[in-house]
């Protein structure tokens, strides 16, 4: 079964190419397609601080897509694991999720920190952040490679 999606919008941004980690400064924008929303598509999303952003990798050449396993950046000290056991770029539908702060809105552009898409990336979807949705973080369980690799992946420039 083939599924057709179309993006709702596109990411505005000073990045260009792909980066492994100081995402926290990043700020930029999501602006929505004219042809198919009105602004109160929009209404009421300013009242939340954080939003959850998908999109699709485009800069990610399908070529490089992994289906089974790998070590995570290629870093030979962390252990091989599927490509459902990490957040890579090369993932089989080269979909990301990203939550970051909702800094503005203003008629159909967001204005967003901390996301990690490149200039161009389609939006697929936007939604708000609940408290209810994100879990209590003492009960979040991950190796420990996984806390090694992401230490500075939202970190601002050279923290």
């Known amino acids: ?89 090369a993932r089989p539908n080269r979909i990301a999720a990203t939550i970051c702060r909702l800094i503005s809105v203003e008629g159909l552009t967001l204005k967003v920190q901390g996301l990690d898409a490149i200039n161009g990336s389609p939006v697929m979807d936007i939604k708000p952040v609940f408290a209810e949705f994100v879990p209590d973080r003492a009960s979040v369980r991950q190796p420990e490679w996984s806390h090694e690799m992401m230490m500075k992946y939202f970190a601002a420039d050279g923290e």
């Open 1 to 89: 079964m083939d599924i057709l999606l179309s993006p709702i919008g596109w990411v505005r941004s000073d990045e260009n190419g792909p980066r492994e980690d100081y995402w926290g400064a990043v700020v930029s924008e999501i602006v929505l397609d004219h042809a198919s929303f009105l602004p109160d598509a929009l209404e009421g999303l300013s009242e939340f601080s954080h939003i959850e952003v998908l999109f699709h990798l485009h800069g990610v050449n399908e070529s490089s897509v992994v289906k089974g396993r790998r070590h995570p950046r290629g870093n030979a000290n962390w252990p091989e694991v599927g490509i459902f056991a990490q957040r890579a770029k």
